[in-house]
């Protein structure tokens, strides 16, 4: 059996701490028979040294001779336009490419002949998916990172103190969103002694709730939001006016609010208005991990961006959580490529099989083509 070369680049992104193959995802590749080369210094800001990687069995190699002798080249964001140029045709290229957010990166590597695979493509209610799953595996490093932010910035004990200086009551932690990230958030706010409440639109999230111990936040108007692949749907005009008007009224009593609602495909929707933020207590802070330039769950927050509200709440916009826990999010990413290569290399050769569902949810580029249905339609679209 031939074995393909799968090499690993070092990030380009700014402040991106996170490494696409961890040591411990070499030492599983190399055991389904592929070999492995690592671009030298590409896990050193997740806390891997070069040693790491060559004592797990993996070669050491420059940029460009990763470039040139790679097969297969996996990455966490998509390589800076000069190492673009680096790829040549028939070589593959896997990572969080978002096609539907650059449209432009997918029709390059068709002109260049690059088959490309986007993880975000991947279905993720189809269960022989789930441990491919890097939008779940980052999330719930995103959840627990949120509810550790939120902690250090609030004034404040979580748990119950009682000590001879007195008793310090609890905080009261709200999370707005309760799947992948929200239930790694509460999970994380219990365990640091803080009294959690989760509240989300689906059904089924109130049991998952319930299971993490904490309690489900009731709101006077009931919107019961379940859609397609058991995620949210969007809501109504209606329901959304009533839910906004139920959560202004319940969100002030809570001194540490985490967001982490979102609709696949649509802008997420915004749950912490201004008034609710005005009603909060000074020191209270709020964490928004949907905020984007497209904006948030929470009124004014920006990506990257902290505000403090003339009432004293700290507002963070919080943009790429998992990079702060490089080395945990690094691991479980590499996992996620190590099981998807296990899905698609078959005796040393990639299988590219179109009926298959999991491929043809990550495939963007092939043969000089654009292969992905809703990539192709918005690129061939009006005013495009
Ligand atoms: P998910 O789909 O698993 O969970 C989103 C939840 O929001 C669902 O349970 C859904 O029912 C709920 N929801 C939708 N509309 C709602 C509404 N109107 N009211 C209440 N709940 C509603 O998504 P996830 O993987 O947990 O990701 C959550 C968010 O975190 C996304 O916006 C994602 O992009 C973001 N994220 C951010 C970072 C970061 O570093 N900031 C990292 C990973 C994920």
């Excluded at 008793?167 to 002694?193: D, H, K, W």
Aim: with cysteine; charged share 15%; net charge negative.
């Amino acid at each position: 059996m031939s074995a393909l070369s799968v090499g690993a680049v070092a990030e380009t992104a700014p402040r991106e701490r996170r490494v696409a193959l961890s040591p411990d995802g070499v030492v599983r590749l190399l055991a389904t028979g592929q070999q492995v080369i690592i671009e030298a210094g590409a896990g050193a800001a997740a806390w891997f040294p070069d040693t790491d990687y060559t004592d797990a069995g993996a070669r050491l190699v420059a940029k460009r001779e990763l470039y040139d002798q790679a097969d297969i080249i996996v990455c966490v964001h998509p390589p800076a336009a000069a190492d673009l140029s680096l790829l040549h045709p028939g070589q593959v290229l896997i990572g969080l490419l978002a096609p539907l957010i650059e449209p432009q990166l997918p029709r390059s590597l068709a002109e260049a002949k690059v088959t490309s695979i986007s993880l975000d493509g991947l279905p993720r209610t189809l269960s022989a998916a789930q441990s491919m799953d890097v939008l779940s595996s980052q999330a719930n490093v995103a959840g627990y990172k949120a509810a550790l932010l939120a902690a250090d910035t609030y004034g404040s004990y979580l748990p119950m103190f009682m000590t001879a200086a007195g008793t310090t009551r609890p905080a009261q932690v709200l999370v707005i969103g309760a799947g992948v990230a929200g239930l790694q958030a509460i999970g994380t706010a219990r365990r640091l002694g803080g009294v959690v409440t989760g509240y989300d639109v689906r059904d089924a999230a109130r049991s998952d709730v319930a299971s993490t111990g904490a309690s489900f936040l009731e709101l006077d108007t009931t919107v019961s939001a379940t859609g397609d692949g058991g995620y949210a749907r969007a809501l109504t005009e209606e329901e959304r006016n009533a839910q906004q008007a139920a959560l202004n009224a319940a969100i002030g009593r809570f001194d540490i609010v985490i967001t982490t609602a979102q609709v696949p495909g649509k802008r997420p929707p915004e749950l912490v208005s201004a008034n609710a933020l005005a009603a909060m207590q000074p020191g209270s802070v709020v964490v928004d991990l949907a905020a984007s330039e497209l904006g948030g769950n929470v009124a004014g927050a920006k990506p990257e961006t902290t505000t403090i509200t003339d009432n004293g709440v700290t507002v963070i916009g919080a943009n790429n959580l998992p990079s702060g826990v490089p080395k945990a999010a690094s691991t479980a990413y590499a996992r996620n490529i190590v099981a998807l290569l296990a899905h698609l290399v078959r005796d040393g050769t990639l299988v590219l099989d179109p009926d298959d569902t999991i491929t043809a949810g990550v495939l963007i580029t092939h043969d000089g083509d654009i292969v992905h249905p809703a990539v192709r339609a918005l690129l061939e679209g009006p005013g495009r």
